[in-house]
Structure formats: structure tokens, C-alpha cells
T-cell receptor
Framework: ETGVTQTPRHLVMGMTNKKSLKCEQH?????MYWYKQSAKKPLELMFVYNFKEQTENNSVPSRFSPECPNSSHLFLHLHTLQPEDSALYLC???????????FGPGTRLTVL | QQQVKQSPQSLIVQKGGISIINCAYENTAFDYFPWYQQFPGKGPALLIA?????SEKKEGRFTISFNKSAKQFSLHIMDSQPGDSATYFC???????????FGKGTRLHILP
């Protein structure tokens, strides 16, 4: 595996479910990001981790809970989501904060 | 202050024609302006980027034109090909901030 990988690629969940999105980067980068991409909206930065420490939380609702156990792995834990949370969730990484970001293919999430 | 305004929302160009996508910004602290290309089912990928100390940057068929006084920059795709059909995002970032601000995107379709 090379670059940034995300699993699952597609996820359908009910509002009462708990699920997790996984991101793994094979680039030796120190910073990782979660973005939300909705139709007809700009990419929204959700969370930033630098050397496993969360450095930014862009007023994201608590039903989204990130976890970064090491510099190569990033999770987004989901619980009691709303239908408006349906979107493409993108993970990205960069060598350090401020450097070029490399994106994964995303997880297409549908909340019923 | 933090917005990057992108136009048009969608664009159809004949094969061999020139595709032009425009972006404008307000924050004069921005000092790095990347363009990302996103194909269906993929995450965005860096296409070309410019810093405000130059007015133009060319890489193959892709050119960024930058007008610092007008706070505008644009992407030109020369000899557009069907394989260029994708969504293009302009973006901006300040030097001290790891946050990349994205435009809303332009869906480009090149007619064969």
C-alpha cells in the first residue's frame, strides 16, 4: 500500500449506530487531517493532528470523535449521527503542518 | 476574510480549447495558492501551486496567473483534453497557519 488509504470506502449507518472510519498513511508524515466534503460546499477542515497531538478542532459536533494512536493512523469515531452528516469524509497527511497535503480516496458516508 | 471565491461552478469546454477557472480572495496574509484536481471516487490531488511573488507559473498545459493587486488568481488549461474532466479546487493558505481554505470547486467537462 502506498500513499493515504481509507477504509471503508462506503458506509451506510442508522442514526443510532456507532461506527469508525480509518485512515492510514504510508508516507512517513507527521501531520494528519480529517475533512468533510459535501455537495456544493467547500471542503471543511474538521480536525488536525501533528505528531499525534490534536492541534485543531473546527467546532465539530461531539458526535464526531477523532483518535490518532500514532503518526501513521487516524480514526474518526461516529455515533448518533444525523442525516445531514452524510458526506464524503477525506483524510489527508503532510510532512509537517503547512506542507502540501496528500489526500486519501475518502469514505462515502450515508446516514439514514 | 477567510473565504476563497471560485467561479464558475461548472464549465464545459470543447476538446482542444482553453479552460479558465477564476478565484478571488480577501485575506492579504495568504501567501500560498494551490490548485487541486479531483476525479470521481478519488481524493483531491495537488495540481500546481503559486506564491504571490510571481505573476505566472506554468507546468505543461496548466498555467496559474496571479494578480496580487486585484487579489485574484486563475487556472488556465491549454489544449483541454477529455482526461482533464474533473473537479478543480483553488485554495489559499497563510504561512503560519496549517489551514488550507478551499474554494467551492469547479466541475469541468471536456467534450470529446
Amino acid at each position: 500500500e502506498t500513499g493515504v488509504t481509507q477504509t471503508p470506502r462506503h458506509l451506510v449507518m442508522g442514526m443510532t449506530n456507532k461506527k469508525s472510519l480509518k485512515c492510514e498513511q504510508h508516507l512517513g508524515h507527521n501531520a494528519m487531517y480529517w475533512y468533510k466534503q459535501s455537495a456544493k460546499k467547500p471542503l471543511e477542515l474538521m480536525f488536525v493532528y501533528n505528531f499525534k497531538e490534536q492541534t485543531e478542532n473546527n467546532s465539530v459536533p461531539s458526535r464526531f470523535s477523532p483518535e490518532c494512536p500514532n503518526s501513521s493512523h487516524l480514526f474518526l469515531h461516529l455515533h448518533t449521527l444525523q442525516p445531514e452528516d452524510s458526506a464524503l469524509y477525506l483524510c489527508a497527511s503532510s510532512q509537517d503542518r503547512g506542507d502540501e497535503q496528500f489526500f486519501g480516496p475518502g469514505t462515502r458516508l450515508t446516514v439514514l | 476574510q477567510q473565504q476563497v471565491k471560485q467561479s464558475p461552478q461548472s464549465l464545459i469546454v470543447q476538446k482542444g480549447g482553453i479552460s479558465i477557472i477564476n478565484c478571488a480572495y480577501e485575506n492579504t496574509a495568504f501567501d500560498y495558492f494551490p490548485w487541486y484536481q479531483q476525479f470521481p471516487g478519488k481524493g483531491p490531488a495537488l495540481l500546481i501551486a503559486i506564491r504571490p511573488d510571481v505573476s505566472e507559473k506554468k507546468e505543461g498545459r496548466f498555467t496559474i496567473s496571479f494578480n496580487k493587486s486585484a487579489k485574484q488568481f486563475s487556472l488556465h488549461i491549454m489544449d483541454s483534453q477529455p482526461g482533464d474532466s474533473a473537479t478543480y479546487f483553488c485554495a489559499a493558505r497563510t504561512n503560519r497557519d496549517d489551514k488550507i481554505i478551499f474554494g467551492k470547486g469547479t466541475r469541468l467537462h471536456i467534450l470529446p
